[in-house]
């Protein structure tokens, strides 16, 4: 079995597969009378012919080490996911490797900070730390499969 290390999210780290949501250290503009900052467009909705669609998913928690045995991707849009809690949750995500997933790489995902994965990045399922959570999560609704799942070698993940 592959064992990997989780990793710190960094945007640049991140960048192959989409964005991580978390204010600029500027805001791009003041609101509602000064009192509310705005970061504008921290990503784009991929969602080809569908709609964008905003849910609330409840999940349970993994411990590291965990063992990753399954990867996903939705090729007809993209997925963000930001947690509603105050604690840090993990990403894993793989570059494609000729139409199946590459080597995953986890991310340490800090309370507060969400990510936007592009359409088609290959993922893990949605793994908070150590106690369930909930997070919004703004995807693509639509015609057309946009689900595909790919059963690998587990990869151990630890800290």
């Known amino acids: 079995m592959t064992t990997i290390k989780i990793q710190p999210i960094t945007p640049e780290a991140f960048a192959p597969f989409g964005d991580v949501l ?15 900052e705005r970061h ?18 409840r999940s349970e928690s993994v411990s590291l080490p965990y063992d990753c045995p399954m990867l996903e991707r939705h090729p007809l849009g993209s997925q963000a996911f930001m947690p509603l809690g105050d604690d840090p949750w993990m990403t894993v995500v793989a570059h494609d490797d ?3 997933p590459g080597l995953p790489l986890a991310f340490l995902v800090p309370a507060g900070t969400g990510i936007n994965l592009r359409a088609g990045v290959w993922h893990g399922v949605l793994t908070p730390l150590d106690k369930p959570a909930q997070f919004l999560v703004v995807d693509r609704e639509g015609d057309g499969v946009n ?6 070698t587990p990869v151990r993940i630890t800290a």
Not at 147 to 152: D, K, R, S, T
């Open 22 to 36: 978390t204010p600029r250290a500027t805001p791009d503009r003041l609101i509602n009378a000064g009192r509310c």
């Open 40 to 57: 504008h467009a921290l990503a784009t909705v991929e969602r080809g012919e569908g709609e964008a669609i905003i849910s609330i998913f």
């Open 98 to 100: 000729g139409g199946k």
């Open 147 to 152: 689900l595909e799942e790919a059963q690998i």
